[in-house]
């Protein structure tokens, strides 16, 4: 999956009214490909499981996604094991 669109697919969540469950684990998706998820995240209400194990997600965009999910707590699960993250980033995941 390409950069480009990575980017719009995390886009694509902002109006997205019907998606539950995203699996774009294995894409190679960057921290900034991560802030672009978060973004998108911060308004969707109903996506309740995400899976972005094994992508190229590190410290800084774990960081995204943990404020995105502090400000929507529609999310049950999200998966980022085998992205790299520091230890005491761990208690969010």
Request: with cysteine.
């Amino acid at each position: 999956m390409s950069y480009t669109y990575r980017c719009q697919s995390a886009n694509a969540l902002v109006n997205n009214t019907t998606l539950t469950t995203l699996d774009l684990s294995e894409n190679r998706i960057p921290d900034l490909g991560a802030q672009h998820i978060a973004n998108a995240l911060v308004n969707n209400n109903t996506l309740t499981t995400l899976n972005l194990r094994l992508n190229k997600i590190r410290d800084e965009g774990i960081q995204h996604l943990s404020n995105a999910l502090a400000s929507n707590t529609t999310r049950r699960t999200l998966d980022v094991c085998g992205n790299g993250i520091a230890k005491e980033q761990n208690g969010a995941t």
